[in-house]
């Protein structure tokens, strides 16, 4: 009887972790998805919104020329750059006439650049499909045609991909998972947001946007989003109550983006969004977003609290119940962590450093909450809706 209350204890802490990871399975590949494009293609147009992005943008368009889907094009809209940018994408391929390089008119009040460039693309494209896409991302031959596949299998409006996301550095393995396993517990696999009932529910990623011209057009595009720090939730939430099919399908061997290359850009690129973005994200409509910083702040602290505890009953500061409770919470954690290590093709040692992660996640949520829906994003200031 005297391990019963640890045991017990544990549940809040373990079931979470189990659940994320059940319903985390029940997802589909695009990997199921023929790439045999038929002889009646719909054309696409592959929109790049790039602003100074010098370090990804050639491995980007060369990527997607490469692809061997039969019908598309290739927008890239130079935002303003400084670095060279627009340069180094004709660059790529002079002679090719599929891709074309235009520059974004100088950024309307009230809009946000990447919505903006994003628009920009879409009046310059001609085709059936819009392809929306981030300059630093990496495409497989194979995406774009399974791609097209699986949203006419699928009857799907807006298709949009989670892909692999590319992890160089220390700083990059620590902190990214914990991120990408906050989203997975709050939405699950692809096949629960493709059920969902909720506009709440349904997500897309703002990496690859696959969607009919017709439903984008119907929706009012990117302009119905344009002061939305999160564009990409906001567009699939929007979809979603127009009445539209959003469909999420894993692309994990198809699609990789790098999206942060240092500890200051993940900072950066997180504290923008987790607040003024993820509180779109929470059910229960104003309410729900009233409650949304105390909810957000408290995760990482919640999952540090047995850290904590087992270290003070290490040390004879707390009683042999908290070392129960706390040493079966800590190695369940580490080998969830393992496993999600492993998933991402990382080495799972970094499973053990799971509270360091906790850690500067919190130190970014406690600075998303504090900015509020005031945005700073490469030299530009916003004010989200």
């Known amino acids: 009887m005297r391990l019963l209350v640890p045991l017990l204890c544990t549940v809040p802490w373990l079931l979470p972790l189990l659940v994320t990871v059940v319903r985390a399975r029940n ?8 790439p045999d494009t038929g002889d009646r293609s719909p054309s696409v147009s592959v929109i790049i919104p790039a602003r100074n992005e010098a370090r990804n943008i050639d491995r980007c368009v060369r990527s997607v020329l490469a692809s061997r889907y039969p019908a598309f094009e290739v927008v890239v809209v ?27 008119p100088e950024l309307p009040a009230g809009w946000f650049g990447k919505q903006w460039a994003c628009r920009t ?32 299998e699928r009857g799907s409006d807006l298709l949009t991909i989670s892909g692999h996301q590319e992890t160089h550095s220390f700083w990059e393995r620590v902190l990214q998972p914990q991120v990408f396993a906050l989203l997975a517990a709050r939405y699950g696999g692809t096949e629960h947001v493709n059920a969902a009932r909720r506009a709440e529910d349904v997500i897309a990623n703002g990496q690859y946007i696959l969607t009919t011209r017709a439903a984008y057009d119907a929706i009012g595009g990117h302009d119905v989003v ?41 900072v950066s690129g997180w504290r923008k969004n987790i607040f003024a973005g993820g509180r779109y994200a929470m059910p229960g409509g104003a309410v ?64 053990l450093l799971y509270p360091l992660g906790l850690a500067l996640l919190e130190y970014i949520v406690l600075g998303s909450v504090a900015r509020g829906n005031r945005v700073a994003w490469k030299e530009r200031s916003y004010l989200s809706r």
């Open 27 to 34: 997802s589909r590949s695009l990997d199921e998805v023929s």
């Open 78 to 104: 130079d935002d303003h750059s400084t670095d060279g940018t627009a340069d180094i994408a004709r660059a790529v391929a002079p002679d090719d006439s599929r891709l074309h390089v235009v520059a974004a």
């Open 121 to 152: 693309g879409a009046a310059h494209a001609s085709g059936n499909l819009l392809l929306f896409t981030d300059a630093d991302t990496a495409h497989g031959p194979e995406l774009l045609p399974r791609a097209v596949n699986a949203m006419r």
């Open 226 to 266: 344009r002061d939305v720090v999160a564009e990409d939730l906001a567009l699939a939430q929007r979809y979603f109550r127009a009445g539209k099919r959003v469909t999420v399908v894993l692309a994990i061997a198809h699609l990789s983006t790098h999206m942060y290359a240092s500890l200051r850009e993940i």
């Open 288 to 351: 729900g977003r009233a409650v949304f910083p105390v909810a957000v702040a408290g995760m990482p602290l919640f999952n540090l609290a047995p850290v904590v505890a087992l270290a003070l009953a290490a040390a004879g500061v707390i009683g042999h119940g908290w070392l129960v409770w706390s040493a079966i919470v800590v190695a369940a954690t580490v080998v969830f962590w393992m496993g999600v290590y492993r998933f991402i093709g990382e080495p799972v040692w970094y499973a």
